[in-house]
């Protein structure tokens, strides 16, 4: 493989892995705007949002149990959005060097 193929292919692959990252902060953040907002929890776009981030979310879910759900949701899910905006750029990095 020729080095600007080679160096085209890390680009992308750094690329696609920083949008993932992107992407999953992205869900959390609109499920905690979702949550906050008191958005209809019946409503198919707000369950869509909750049904996704909850496995984004990882171990960040409950590790701090406020009294109340939203400022829970806020938290916790903030700090996991902002956990996959800093593994992906830290991935995203690691491809490009190890190239």
Avoid: C
């Amino acid at each position: 493989m020729s080095t600007v193929t080679r160096s085209n292919v890390v680009g992308v692959v750094a690329n696609v892995v920083r949008w993932i990252g992107l992407l999953f902060a992205l869900v959390l953040v609109v499920h905690v705007l979702l949550t906050v907002g008191e958005a209809n929890p019946a409503n198919g776009i707000t369950r869509f949002f909750a049904r996704t981030a909850d496995p984004l979310a990882l171990a960040f879910k409950s590790l701090f149990m406020p009294e109340s759900a939203q400022l829970r949701v806020l938290v916790n899910y903030g700090l996991a959005a902002v956990f996959w905006l800093v593994v992906s750029a830290v991935l995203s990095r690691l491809v490009r060097r190890l190239s």
